[in-house]
């Protein structure tokens, strides 16, 4: 699992991003805390959320990543697995206006 730093000037993908890339090289899975300061559109997920299917890639390592997800008027805390290639592969939910659990995994 990765440790990030707490503060405004930490709260921001590039700072997430930077750390990943700092994850010693042949870790087989990284795990990121909650980001809920970080969000992607449900619609745009593969776009939203490319630098982190390229840094799975990149790392040949499975990513799991929970960040906001926006889909439309409903937000939710969301885990993205990514594989090796940077594929997602499954995407837990949990509405964040009421408590229930939606399981989307592909």
């Given at each position: 699992?990765l440790?990030?730093?707490?503060?405004?000037?930490y709260?921001n993908?590039?700072?997430?991003?930077?750390?990943?890339?700092k994850c010693?090289?042949?870790?087989?899975?990284v795990?990121?805390?909650?980001?809920?300061?970080?969000?992607?559109?449900?619609a745009?997920?593969a776009?939203?959320?490319?630098?982190?299917?390229?840094?799975?890639r990149e790392?040949?390592?499975?990513?799991?990543a929970?960040l906001?997800?926006?889909?439309?008027?409903?937000?939710?805390?969301?885990?993205?697995?990514?594989?090796?290639?940077?594929?997602?592969?499954?995407?837990?939910?949990?509405?964040?206006?009421?408590?229930?659990?939606?399981?989307?995994?592909?």
């Amino acid at each position: 699992s990765l440790c990030l730093l707490n503060g405004e000037a930490y709260e921001n993908r590039a700072y997430v991003l930077g750390e990943l890339g700092k994850c010693p090289a042949g870790a087989d899975l990284v795990v990121l805390p909650y980001l809920p300061f970080l969000s992607f559109g449900t619609a745009t997920v593969a776009a939203d959320l490319a630098d982190f299917a390229q840094a799975a890639r990149e790392r040949s390592c499975y990513l799991a990543a929970a960040l906001t997800e926006q889909d439309g008027e409903r937000t939710y805390a969301t885990a993205v697995l990514f594989d090796r290639r940077g594929a997602i592969v499954g995407a837990p939910t949990i509405s964040l206006t009421r408590l229930t659990t939606t399981y989307c995994v592909a």
